[in-house]
Nanobody, 119 residues
């Protein structure tokens, strides 16, 4: 069973930066998308950024121009560089990896890492 382990969360002042990492315990084949989600207290989980197997990226409007998603395929790691952080970015951040098609489609989730941005 492949596991995703996230790291990089913490407490930062508004305007600061953090880099989140999501490392897979072994290589995952047939990846179609790698995504960062977040869930703030009392709110629904929302998509933050996604990178497809074509390397196309997509971002939530609220983070465009501030966050950058990237991946290191050789090391099975997904990253989220977060700059110019705002208090409203405070949330638990989760990575998600989708792979396979049809009956072989599956998704893996990380355990979440807490990001707290103070004003």
């Amino acid at each position: 069973q492949v596991q995703l382990v996230e790291s990089g969360g913490g407490l930062v002042q508004a305007g600061g930066s953090l880099r989140l990492s999501c490392a897979a315990s072994r290589r995952i084949f047939g990846i179609s998308a790698m995504t960062w989600y977040r869930q703030a207290p009392g709110k629904q989980r929302e998509l933050v950024a996604r990178i497809l197997d074509s390397d196309r990226t997509a971002y939530a409007d609220s983070v465009k121009g501030r966050f950058t998603i990237s991946r290191d395929t050789a090391n099975n790691t997904l990253y989220l560089q977060m700059n110019s952080l705002k208090p409203e970015d405070t949330a638990v951040y989760y990575c998600n990896i989708a792979s396979g098609v049809g009956p072989l489609y599956s998704e893996l989730w990380g355990q979440g890492t807490l990001v707290t941005v103070s004003s």
